[in-house]
């Protein structure tokens, strides 16, 4: 906020800035808030805070606010290139006065709190000390629209658009036409504009040195918030989120920044740099607004607000291409599942997921979905719509596009759209919104072009067409010229067009449009025109056209003339004097000279009179650009480029350095240099630097006679040059004519901002200048002043577009009441004239009245190729072809002379033929030199290959055209139109010209009803079925496995314990199975009784079909309801749609596609049959001559002639062509060319001249292959007569067969004939049969067309009905879906709810047998029986598991009582008052202790039940309370759902009202028609009734059906009354029958086992499974313990053995050691002899050898105890039921060892 002592005044404030153009540094401050200069940081402090709180003030009362603001933006007018230096000095004051300024806490912003748009708005700038009004120039409208300008058209209501126009916002009224301007702030332009979702707010995004973004309220338009440092120098894309809370912004060159506000809070929430290269736009995401999509050059890019740990962030990622070539992306749109689409330069759709193309949609036969780019893409009621610079609309099936894959490798789809529009030609749409009218779909689109169009995309059969509501000029406007006259202005562009506007009240009134663009133009002065009627065009091709403008109302007015305009524009003479663009045009001040100038650098002269007559012409240095007479003379300037000056001042000086040298020698150039130096040191001043390319002369204007102004642009930019052109002299040199301006005139703030155009009030005290950055500034002069002495005030505002708006022409009006300016963006803007009168409330303009006779005045031919020829060109091709006419005579009497000779050559060749061969010349002696003819051949053969290459390009070019043609016109073609003639009639048949089937018998849409199977549906079956093949492969792979053990099994022997085995298990299968039997025999036997029980009828039952067939007889009996009728209702089989329509025309197609391909097929075969039958004719007829060649002439009957083969009956051959047919084309080409006019001669067709040479030929041969035979019959004529000299009288018997051979020539001549004849008639007759076939084909076809017509126009109707009907028909769906669940779970709660009763039922049944039980347990005469169910009885408490979860409050109300609850156990609190008296926990004496514990428990068991009981009937509740809820639920969905079909029923009643609209031909005769009036047809038949005879004859003959099925249904009735006495009558008898059977029953139960017993439970005792199978257990085990002791017996016998070997071992080694002893005691005998007999230990038995013996036998004795137990075991066995005892065990097992000594 500013402080008030900071307040500056409006003049201090514009005295301190020095140009206009300069603005404050608050502009100029970066996003970030950290500034580098202190100057900054103290403007950022003063000028960024915003609504601060302090003194009590509110902020409707705060004054400062507003004036800092004003500050901002008056100091607006700054230029883009300030100075830093500037800046910095500008920054002082706000920043001293910022430093003492107190900060203050920031307050959130008031929604009331609205800016000053006075205060905020660019205002004009004004000299200061001036007296210029600020509304010197005053807007009253603008006839221009940027057109290119992205997103420059948005609807705020109905009635209301806006679009920018330079540095206004344009606020257009659609029914009044009035415009409402909003000024810039900035004063640099505007960027872009946004409206909010709920069309309450837009945004204006201003371009400039850190522009701002002003949000305004609408309608109110006053500025709500501004949004400032939000990008550097312009915006270039704004968006609102789905709720309007956000907004999203991003910025142009150079930093491209994207921002996402909370703009009624002022501030960015998130920052980033979106992209590297330009950004065109950025949108929120519908469905999610954390997501937003940016795309532009190159590129496109996906972003997500993310949350990570330093906060909000924006993830941005970029979409890569892969495959697909990169683009530019204007178009594009985000689908609901996060996935974008796409467009693309080439025209096709890219689907992306992921951040990757998934797919790229195409149409079919790969063609582009548009041709050209797609600028924008549309979701809207769930179509997808396109708009492509082609000028087309499409509209495509949301769910084809959503659910788009790639099928291939080249990642292509082919879709075709729902339907398309074609706006118009030359059309280029750049975007579309859509207008809030209710019941319609109607929107806006803005043409590139230069028009704004109303578009009805509701594609009905009463669809409007396009609608072009405004048009304008399309790119930079090049010339404007205002009437002399009157209010009128005539403009012009490139875009082809010339355009008439009445600018007083604001109305255009013609245009023209033409081949080639505008590029000058003038109003042809009263002089020549005295009404001002005439304008003057010159046009980019060098043509310059007169056109006369008047008013059509004035002429005479014919029967049925369309609707008159305004004004008319007729082309009055055309003529070319240029090779190039015209660039300007001038009319002597007289009037009786033109001047046109161009870029051909020529200026052309014409003569004015009745027309404009060539005088000559002159060539300039370089291209003119402007042309401006003499006040006082007919010399004239054309104002050019600088290079001619500096051309002439470069060879002057070259000159003068020449001729010094040549006067002095060598010293020359040195004196040349010194004089050079000397300059330099008499003006030491800096040296004039001079541009190395001149630059540009912009405009200029006479001063006075000779002497002239001049602006230009580039380094020269700035200044007004005046200069003066030099006396005229013959004899003077052009060197000598002054190259420098004599004067000049500074302008402020031009330096890089040249006048472009410049135009004078008509008192010349008003200079107007059209700048180049789109300003205008008036210069207030003085009169009579050429040399702009005090050009110092001047007033200047900022109007057209900063960037490309560069003024391109300025002129005031005729009285200097308005003033017009063009831009170079496509605007056009009128201003009021500031004067102390003030001007008439209405003015208009008067269009001139038309000339006398000027309607029948001959349009003079137009120039409309750009290739034609120049006035100068037209010149010199006439002398060029004067010459060559001349040439040509010459040729042509050399030719004669050649052809003398040549004539005199062949005569002397023929004189050379006539002598005798011997004196003959060869043709080689004729040859003057043999070589010659040898070059002149490889002369022509080289010729003729550079021939075949020079049109090498040519054929190619032809060959695809060819190729083209046939794909366009033959591919699609199954058969051409062939038609047959009958031989001898005129009767012939034509057959279908068949094209390939439509793509309705193709393609068959998928309806709400035959939608395909989901992927999960298809994985589980598909899983399924892999499970049942791997089942299928395991079962075959084990069955092998089985069997080879099965087979290895067989050949086992089986032992007798398997044998026991499997007998006993045979004979417990056997039993089980017999029980088995028996039981499923009762089982089925209960089952069908329950089937009968199920199957009998209620009392009140009734047949189902009779019910429905009751309904129906009721609906519809008696009651043929018409579908015209109110109350009709649709029957569901007869609901129709968009696909069934689209099905039902499909084969429609394909049914009369087939009948005419059979019938092509019929017509083939016939003309097949005519070409046989023409050959067989021809052998005929050959056999016929052959057979009159021996007859006498007088004998011969007349040959038949050969039918011919017509070229329409071999349609295929004309496209058959070869050498022969070309030239003979080329010859008869050449003649016709000769015998009619040159455009005559190329009208002829290719195709037609191979058919007529083809034919002719095909002719030919049949009378070659008859000349032939002609001549081979003369032939044979002639050898007949030569035998006849030769031949003698001939005898009897020759006589004889001669005659004989006559009469048979004779028969077979009169045979060959018949034969003939027949084959003809036969022929015809086919064809006529066929023809009536064909006849009545053609009109079931008619027919057939009719229906398909009506079949077309209702599948329009429903496609239209299609969305809403969906809508309700799954509304329908859900409701039902719902109701059935619903229903579902009733039923399953009731099922619930009985399963529950069961359980209770089981429990009290429980209940009762525990007490029953207990008193069979007590007795009846036991003393402690009352004491005993007293402790049963006892209620106590018990710790439950409920308690510990905490639901113990819940169990005391188990103890309530119910009226289910049994009889035994009402007594109990009967009872209760004693329970205090007895103890329960102690048993009393002398009573039974098993009875009290009995009793004990089984009073748990009681508890336990009362629980389950008490739960039971809980879960009843819920389950109650659960079923009413949903029974509420239900009829609530059940009143929705009729509520729905209500709904579904009238949407269908609308639909067939609409249906029945639609007009049908139905063909009818007169006898048909059985409603007339007094014998006459009445006029009106619109209350008639359609009615085939066949229904009418059903309905009759079913009146006498209904009485005979009703006196068939009323004896059938009494019948069924009677048989149903009957049957009451055999079901009281069998009732009686059964109860006699029971009692017999009963009683021989009786009898036989003394009670009553349940045979079920007899028949199904079987045997106790549990002990057989312990029994074949037990067996097994036996066998297998067996088994086991065999094997360890075998192990005790090998070990014996081994035992035994090892013992034979030992045994023979003691013997071996016994000899040594033996042998040792030998010796120690011998040696205690010798030693004194010492040793005698050693004579008695040793004691190791006698406990060894000892261990042996006690072995063999255990060994023999063993084997006479095992020989009684074997005994045992052997015996049946023998009792097997273990096995004895040793009593030592480590004693039996051997090797333990």
Known sequence: MKEPGDQDSYGER?????????????????????????????????????????????????????????????????????????????????????????????????ENFFYDYMELVLMPFVTPDSNIPLDLLTLVHSFGYDCKKRANLQLLDSNTVMYIAGNQLILLNLKTKEQIYLRSSSGRGIGVIGVHPDKTYFTVAEKGVFPKIIIYEYPSLRPYRILQDGTELAYAYVDFNYDGTLLASVGS??????????????????????????????????????????????????????????????????GRFGKTATTDIEGYMELPDGKVLSGSEWG???????????????????????????????????????????????????????????????????IEPINELQVGKNVKLFSMIKMNEIGSNFWLAQDASGAIWKLDLSFSNITQDPDCLFSFHSGAIEALAVSPLTYLMATTALDCSVRIY?????????????????????????????????????????????????????????AGRKKVSDADISLKQVFKPHTARVTALAYERDGEILATGSEDQTVFFFEVEKDYKPIGYITTPGPVCQLIWSPNSHRFIEIEKRKRLKELKEKQKEERRKQLAAEMGGNGEKEFHAEEEEVEAEEPLPEIFIPSTPCHILCGFYSEPGKFWVSLGGYDAGFLYHCEFPPYDKNSAITEMKNEPFDFRSLEDTEDNPIQAITFSIHQDLMFCGMQDGAIRVYILSQNNPSLMNMVDYWHFNIHDNNYGCVKGISTSFDDRFLVTTGADSNIFVFTIFSEFELKKSIKAKVPSPRF?????????????????????????????????????????????????????????????????????????????????????????????????????????????????????????ENDIIVVRAIQSDHKISSYRLVKPSKYSKFKRISLTERRTSKLERSEKEGAGRKDSQKDTGGSISVPEESIIEEGKKFRPKTLSEIMVENQIEKTRKLILKAE??????????????????????????????????????????????????????????????????????????????????????????????????????????????????????????????????????????????????????????????????EQGE???????????????????????????????????????????????PIDVELEIMKRDEIKHLYMQQYLTNRIKELIVTFDAELRLLRHQKLKLDTQMKLSDLHHVTLFQEMLLLKNFEKQENILQERVNSLDKEEQDMQWKISETLKEMEEKKNEIAKFQDQEKALYAGFQAAIGENNKFANFLMKVLKKRIKRVKKKEVEGDADEDEDSDESSEEESSLESGEDESGSDDEVFDDSI??????????????????????????????????????????????????????????????????????QRLNELMIVIPLKLHQIEHVVFGEIPSDLSGTLVFSNQSLSRLQERITQLHEENAKQQKLNKECRERRKQLIREKREMAKTISKMEETVRQLMISKFGRVIDLEALQTLSVNTTLEELKIRKIRKELLNAKEMKMWEEKIAQVRWELMMKTKEHTKKLHQMNDLCIEKKKLDSRLNTLQNQQGNAFQGPRKADIVAKEKVAELIQLQAERILALKEEIALLRKKGGLILPPIQPPQEKEMNPMGL
Request: hydrophobic share 35%; charged share 35%; with cysteine.
């Open 14 to 110: 514009l005295d301190r800035s020095k140009s206009p153009g300069k603005r404050s540094l608050s502009s100029l401050k970066s996003a970030s808030r950290s500034a580098v200069r202190e100057g900054n940081k103290a403007l950022e402090d003063a000028t960024d805070e915003t609504l601060t709180e302090g003194g009590g003030e509110s902020y409707l009362e705060d004054d400062d606010y507003s004036m800092e603001h004003l500050e901002g933006s008056s100091s607006s007018f700054q230029d883009d290139y300030v100075e830093t230096i500037r800046e910095s000095q500008y920054l002082e004051a706000p920043a001293s006065a910022s430093e003492g300024a107190e900060e203050e806490v920031k307050k959130k912003i008031s």
């Open 253 to 318: 060159n150079p930093d491209h920044t994207l921002i996402i506000w909370n703009w009624k809070e002022e501030q960015p929430i998130l920052k980033t740099k979106a992209f590297s290269q330009e950004v065109f736009k950025v949108t929120f995401n519908p469905e999610d607004d954390e997501q937003l999509t940016t795309a532009g050059s190159g590129h496109i890019k996906f972003w997500e607000i993310a949350l990570t740990f330093t906060g909000l962030k924006l993830q941005g990622s970029l």
């Open 348 to 414: 096709n759709m890219l689907l992306w997921e992921g951040g990757l193309i998934k797919v790229e949609l195409c149409r079919a036969a790969r063609k582009s979905c548009h041709q050209g780019p797609i600028n924008q893409i549309v979701l809207d009621e769930g179509e997808v719509i396109t708009i492509g610079a082609d000028g087309c609309i499409r509209i495509w099936d949301f769910e084809t596009v959503d659910t788009a894959d790639s099928i291939d490798e080249t990642g292509l789809l082919e």
């Open 502 to 558: 009445d600018f007083a009240s604001k109305t255009p009134l013609a245009q023209m449009k033409f081949k080639q663009g505008g590029t000058a133009l003038a109003w042809v002065p009263r002089l020549v025109s005295y009404n001002g009627a005439q304008i003057i065009v010159g046009f980019e091709d060098g043509v310059v056209r007169v056109l006369e403008l008047y008013d059509p109302k004035r002429l005479t007015v014919f």
């Open 853 to 973: 006779g000027i309607e029948a005045e001959p349009i003079p031919e137009d120039i409309e190729d750009p290739k034609s020829y120049s006035i100068e060109n037209a010149r010199r091709k006439r002398e060029h072809d004067k010459l060559m006419k001349e040439v040509e005579e010459i040729k042509a009497g050399k030719r004669e002379k050649l052809k003398a000779l040549r004539n005199e050559f062949w005569k002397l060749l023929e004189m050379n033929q006539e002598l005798p061969k011997h004196m003959q010349f060869k043709r080689t002696d004729f040859d003057v030199d043999s070589k010659i003819r040898a070059e002149i051949a490889r002369k022509t053969a080289f010729k003729i290959h550079q021939v075949e290459k020079e049109l090498a390009w040519e054929k190619e070019k032809h060959e695809l055209g060819l190729m083209k043609l046939q794909n366009r016109f033959r591919e699609s073609l």
């Open 1077 to 1238: 039997r028996a039981q499923l025999k009762i089982q089925q036997r209960k089952k069908e009784w329950e089937e009968l029980y199920k199957s009998k009828p209620q009392d009140d039952f009734e047949d189902p079909r009779d019910v429905q067939a009751i309904k129906e007889a009721q609906l519809y009996m008696g009651d043929f309801n018409l579908k015209t009728a109110p109350d009709y209702k649709i029957p569901e089989h007869m609901r129709v749609n968009a696909a069934k329509k689209e099905e039902e025309l499909g084969h429609l197609d394909s049914m009369a596609h087939s009948k005419k391909k059979n019938m092509n097929k019929c017509i083939i075969s016939l003309r097949d049959l005519k070409v046989a039958v023409i050959e067989e004719i021809q052998c005929l007829v050959q056999e016929l001559k052959t057979i009159q060649a021996t007859l006498h002439i007088s004998k011969h009957i007349p040959i038949p002639e050969v039918p011919q083969i017509y070229p329409e009956e071999v349609p295929e051959k004309r496209f058959q062509y070869d050498e022969e047919i070309l030239l003979n084309f080329k010859q008869q080409q050449i003649q016709d060319e000769k015998s009619h006019q040159l």
């Open 1243 to 1289: 009208s002829a067709g290719s195709a037609g001249g191979f058919l007529k040479l083809s034919s002719r030929k095909d002719g030919d041969l049949t009378t070659d292959s008859l000349s032939k035979s002609s001549k081979a019959s003369a032939s044979s004529a002639d050898t007949a007569k030569l035998s006849e000299f030769e031949k003698v009288d």
């Open 1483 to 1552: 048993c009393p004496t002398n009573c039974d202790v098993g009875l009290f514990e009995m009793a004990l428990q089984l009073r748990e068991k009681r508890l336990d039940i009362e629980e389950a009981l008490v739960e039971e009937k809980k879960s009843i509740d819920n389950l109650r309370k659960e079923h009413d809820a949903l029974s509420k639920k239900v009829k609530i969905v059940a009143t929705n759902l009729n509520a729905a079909e209500e709904a579904l029923e009238a949407y269908q009643r609308e639909k067939q």
